[in-house]
């Protein structure tokens, strides 16, 4: 028994002072494992954190984008080089002058996207949207005309114009009330945008009414618009509010990432 090499080494351990060295470096084991587990735990869930606000920054951004007008920038129907159609879907069209839409020229090309409308006389929408009290709607539009059409002088004004009520159709918006709008100095070669913004007043009579919105062309010659846009603000913070919640974030992280890692080290 007193030979065996094994028994007062194996008593040693087994009566042996917890606080020694070797005790330690068996009880820092498993801490350690557990800190690490911990690590990789709180660096998951940061990450599905970070995830998580940028899920929500895409729908931020889309909220942001959203326009109220159908068709907005007269890229339906899908048209190629050379095309022009009657055809302008979304809108309606006082049709005793010819309207459209075209194909990007090298006389006039798009604000946005590859077509823009031409138009003789006025063009309407009624759009989906119910005038709220207190909301602010901005409008904007941009408007030009082709090289190869002057004017008997340029520039000429264009009337980007809000409406309230009534019912769209033929181009005008009978039985509507004009609420406001901006007229848009046209020239040769380019677009130029215009905006209109309207708060609706305490007490205004067209809360519950529907939004519309007309184009009309002064003077009645070839006039191209693109880029129609109604928005309301967003409710959703904004990107940069959004930039400062991610940087907080991160921040957070490695502050968290560098006391885990300290913890492992002592
Ligand atoms: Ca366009």
Redesign the pocket.
């Known amino acids: 028994m007193g030979d065996d090499p094994a028994g007062p080494d194996a008593g040693g351990r087994g009566g042996g002072d917890p606080a020694s060295a070797h005790g330690g470096l068996i009880a820092m084991k498993p801490f350690q494992t557990l800190g690490a587990v911990n690590g990789m735990r709180l660096l998951n869930r940061l990450c599905a954190a970070g995830l998580a606000a940028l899920i929500m920054l895409g729908f931020a951004q889309a909220a942001a984008a959203q326009n109220l007008i159908a068709n907005p920038?007269?890229?339906t129907p899908t048209l190629t080089a050379g095309q022009t159609t009657t055809s302008v879907p979304g809108w309606t069209v006082n049709s005793s002058r010819p309207s459209g839409i075209a194909y990007n020229i090298p006389e006039l090309t798009?604000?946005?996207?590859?077509?823009?409308l031409f138009f003789r006389r006025e063009i309407s929408q009624q759009t989906t949207t119910i005038i709220e009290a207190g909301q602010t709607y901005t409008l904007t539009g941009d408007f030009g005309v082709r090289t190869d059409r002057p004017f008997p002088a340029l520039p000429q004004p264009a009337s980007l114009e809000l409406w309230a009520g009534g019912t769209a159709m033929n181009g005008a918006i009978p039985g509507g009330t004009f609420i406001g709008g901006t007229g848009v100095d046209v020239v040769a070669g380019q677009f130029t945008p215009g905006t209109f913004v309207w708060t609706v007043p305490p007490g205004s009579p067209f809360v519950g009414q529907l939004l519309s919105v007309r184009l009309t062309p002064s003077v009645g010659d070839e006039i191209a618009a693109?880029?129609i846009s109604l928005t309301t603000p967003s409710t959703v913070p904004t990107l940069s509010e959004w930039a400062m919640i991610l940087l907080g974030l991160m921040l957070a992280g490695g502050a968290a990432l560098a006391i885990q890692r300290r913890r492992m080290t002592v």
């Open positions: 920038s007269f890229e798009t604000s946005s996207g590859n077509q823009w693109d880029n």
